[in-house]
């Protein structure tokens, strides 16, 4: 199983960036998908996740601002950001997990993309 992320980049404080991260070569099972992020020295922080059935849950930090979606058919997850602030530069990891249920932990996902960079200028 493979995931693609993309959509990184830089932009000013209160812009938007949209993150898309797509899942291929493998069989999945309506798995839920999530989003992590990891700051320059921090550890791997749980962003947003979202199940096969549309439920979400967002980490406090971008409640509001942040909105996870996915099209799945193609078993691709978007996270669309908006009104970015500096503290949230990192890079953007998409995961996946082979059972339905979201979760928050790094630990409960088994596969992970490559990481998409988002800088955000002050």
């Known amino acids: 199983v493979q995931l693609q992320a993309s959509g990184g980049g830089l932009v000013q404080a209160g812009g938007s960036l949209r993150l898309s991260c797509a899942a291929s070569?493998?069989?999945?099972?309506?798995?839920?998908m999530g989003w992590f992020r990891q700051a320059p020295g921090k550890e791997r922080e749980f962003v947003a996740t979202?199940?096969?059935?549309?439920?979400?849950f967002y980490a406090d930090s971008v409640k509001g601002r942040f909105i996870i979606s996915r099209d799945n058919p193609g078993n691709t997850v978007y996270l669309q950001m908006n009104s970015l602030k500096p503290e949230d530069t990192a890079v953007y990891y998409c995961?996946?997990?082979?059972?339905?249920?979201?979760?928050?932990?790094?630990?409960?996902?088994?596969?992970w993309g490559q990481g998409t960079q988002v800088t955000v200028s002050s």
């Open positions: 995961a996946a997990r082979k059972v339905r249920g979201i979760a928050t932990m790094t630990s409960s996902y088994d596969y």
């Open positions: 070569g493998g069989t999945f099972s309506r798995p839920a």
């Open positions: 979202i199940s096969w059935s549309g439920n979400t």
